[in-house]
T-cell receptor, first 114, second 111 residues
Framework: DVKVTQSSRYLVKRTGEKVFLECVQD?????MFWYRQDPGLGLRLIYF???????EKGDIPEGYSVSREKKERFSLILESASTNQTSMYLC?????????????FGPGTRLTVT | GDSVTQMEGPVTLSEEAFLTINCTYT??????LFWYVQYPGEGLQLLLK?????DKGSNKGFEATYRKETTSFHLEKGSVQVSDSAVYFC??????????FGSGTRLSIRP
């Protein structure tokens, strides 16, 4: 079974802190993604990566950065956390399954910024 | 750009009721369509998929048919169970590996 793990299920940080969210996948997938999930807004893509050291902005990259130094690990960084970044953060990885890419998700990290 | 619109929730049904969750999409190409499900406390998992027009995806008693003429991919189940309580996301993928998700529909089933 594909496994995508995230470093924390719950996290509480203060405004202005630098926050690191870690994601690891164990299936050698090329693609990895970070989303945030907010009620009524669904999932919004923050950043994604097609390969090691490669990253592309998603729909809402402002206030975030990412790092992918190894294929299995994709980190999301909040340079200076703000209260409007309180959300559920979901990591995913994907591979080509015939005609489409199937995404596998981690359990999520619920981040609260106070 | 590409987008997905699904019916607002929450949806509350009694056990064994018939379920429909509506989903329509806008895309310039020929996307693959998906339904993902998120059970409480978990990440999303793929429920079913359809990669071309008139395909029917099915899994765990759920079905959805890719209707190009109406740009729709409605999710249906003939008899829901309490264990089906979850949030359901309609999604599309038009290129590469990016997926665009709808806003999600929360489903609650009463015993």
């Amino acid at each position: 079974d594909v496994k995508v793990t995230q470093s924390s299920r719950y996290l509480v940080k203060r405004t202005g802190e630098k926050v690191f969210l870690e994601c690891v996948q164990d299936m050698d997938h090329e693609n990895m993604f970070w989303y945030r999930q907010d009620p009524g807004l669904g999932l919004r893509l923050i950043y994604f990566s097609y390969d090691v050291k490669m990253k592309e902005k998603g729909d809402i990259p402002e206030g975030y950065s990412v790092s992918r130094e190894k294929k299995e690990r994709f980190s999301l960084i909040l340079e200076s956390a703000s209260t409007n970044q309180t959300s559920m953060y979901l990591c995913a990885s994907s591979f080509l399954q015939g005609a489409f890419y199937e995404q596998y998700f981690g359990p999520g990290t619920r981040l609260t910024v106070t | 750009g590409d987008s997905v619109t699904q019916m607002e929730g929450p949806v509350t049904l009694s056990e064994e009721a018939f379920l429909t969750i509506n989903c329509t999409y806008t895309a310039t190409g020929y996307p693959s369509l998906f339904w993902y499900v998120q059970y409480p406390g978990e990440g999303l998992q793929l429920l079913l998929k359809a990669t071309k027009a008139d395909d029917k995806g099915s899994n765990k008693g759920f079905e959805a048919t890719y209707r190009k003429e109406t740009t729709s991919f409605h999710l249906e189940k003939g008899s829901v169970q309490v264990s089906d309580s979850a949030v359901y996301f309609c999604a599309l993928s038009d290129r590469a590996s990016k997926i665009i998700f709808g806003s999600g529909t929360r489903l609650s089933i009463r015993p």
